[in-house]
């Protein structure tokens, strides 16, 4: 079966950096679509970083040019590289997949990591 497993989040300053890596096994790695969202206390879900129909990828306005996603199918791993964090991005982060790259743009993918905290502090 399919399983997600985050790791990488923690406590940071403002303007320090963090790298959040998603560890995908019981699939096919290269045959998925793969993006990562967050979930702040008393707020809905939001999709950091998603992948487009055209293999680019779409960032959250909030988001952009401060965090990259990359991923590495020789590792099964997918990235997500934050720098100049603000402490609105204090959130849980979750990585996601799913076969069709719709799902991850609607906010509906089939698979979900069990998520990691990031905690950025002013």
């Known amino acids: 079966q399919v399983q997600l497993v985050e790791s990488g989040g923690g406590s940071v300053q403002a303007g320090g950096s963090l790298t959040l890596s998603c560890a995908a096994s019981?699939?096919?790695?290269?045959?998925?679509?793969m993006g990562w969202f967050r979930q702040a206390p008393g707020k809905g879900r939001e999709r950091v970083a998603v992948?487009?129909?055209?293999?680019?990828?779409r960032y959250a306005d909030s988001v952009k040019g401060r965090f990259t996603i990359s991923k590495d199918n020789a590792k099964n791993t997918l990235s997500l590289q934050m720098d100049s964090l603000k402490p609105e991005d204090t959130a849980m982060y979750y990585c996601?997949?799913?076969?069709?790259?719709?799902?991850?743009?609607?906010?509906?993918?089939?698979?979900w990591g069990q998520g990691t905290q990031v905690t950025v502090s002013s």
């Open positions: 996601a997949a799913d076969k069709w790259v719709g799902s991850l743009q609607s906010g509906s993918p089939n698979y």
């Open positions: 019981g699939y096919t790695f290269s045959t998925y679509y």
């Open positions: 992948p487009d129909s055209g293999g680019s990828t």
